[in-house]
């Protein structure tokens, strides 16, 4: 069975910084990229970053880049999302989401991280 | 950038009732690149449909998803007690990473 078990999550003061995992199983994590989607509290989806199989290819949200960094590491079946400088718009839970085969979609996603950020 | 745009915001519904869910895009998308995807409260989203009319594994057949160019459906054709949930459409290609619509909210009537 594919699954997606995001850690890390948690409360974190404007301006610190936080660290998302995302521990993947059940599929063959090398192959596939993986894409980071956020979700503030009674709002709507909105997608954070994504990073191709070898890590070759990574694109941002404007609204994070220069703050978030993503990285994976194949040999531990793992992506992560390196948050710095956080603000309170930057409060939601954290969703890591395999690419649909082709790339337009994904699936599945896992069960998300909470992330607050407030002094 | 595409901007999805998804009507009604809420939609109100019995049992056994057909929802027709619509999402407009700013500029035209390639139907190879329009998904669908299912959030119940408290869960992550599903996804229903890709590439504007492919039912992902597991899906339902009352499940089904049409539309081309800049206007795209999802149709639900008899509504299930548990088909009650936020349905947001998708676009990818225009720009890198994933573009979603503000979803449409199918409550029970």
């Known amino acids: 069975e594919v699954q997606l078990v995001e850690s890390g999550g948690g409360l974190v003061k404007p301006g610190g910084s936080l660290r998302l995992s995302c521990a993947a199983s059940?599929?063959?994590?090398?192959?596939?990229?993986m894409n980071w989607v956020r979700q503030a509290p009674g709002k709507g989806l909105e997608w954070v970053s994504s990073i191709s199989s070898s890590s070759s290819y990574i694109y941002y949200a404007d609204s994070v880049k220069g703050r978030f960094t993503i990285s994976r590491d194949n040999a531990k079946n793992s992506l992560y999302l390196q948050m710095n400088s956080l603000r309170a718009e930057d409060t939601a839970v954290y969703y890591c989401?395999?690419?649909?085969?082709?790339?337009?979609?994904?699936?599945?996603w896992g069960q998300g991280t909470l992330v607050t950020v407030s002094s | 950038e595409i901007v999805l745009t998804q009507s009604p915001g809420t939609l109100s519904l019995s049992p056994g009732e057909r929802a027709t869910l619509s999402c407009r895009a700013s500029q035209s998308v390639s139907s190879s690149y329009l998904a669908w995807y299912q959030q119940k409260p408290g869960q992550a989203p599903r996804l229903l449909i890709y590439?504007?009319?492919s039912r992902a594994t597991g899906i339902p057949d009352r499940f089904s998803g049409s539309g081309s160019g800049t206007d795209f459906t999802l149709t639900i054709s008899r509504l299930e007690p548990e088909d009650f949930a936020v349905y947001y459409c998708?676009?990818?290609?225009?720009?890198?990473?994933?573009?979603f619509g503000g979803g449409t909210k199918v409550e029970i009537k």
């Open positions: 059940g599929f063959t994590f090398s192959s596939y990229s």
């Open positions: 989401a395999r690419a649909h085969p082709g790339g337009a979609a994904a699936a599945p």
């Open positions: 998708q676009q990818y290609g225009s720009s890198p990473g994933l573009t």
């Open positions: 590439g504007a009319s």
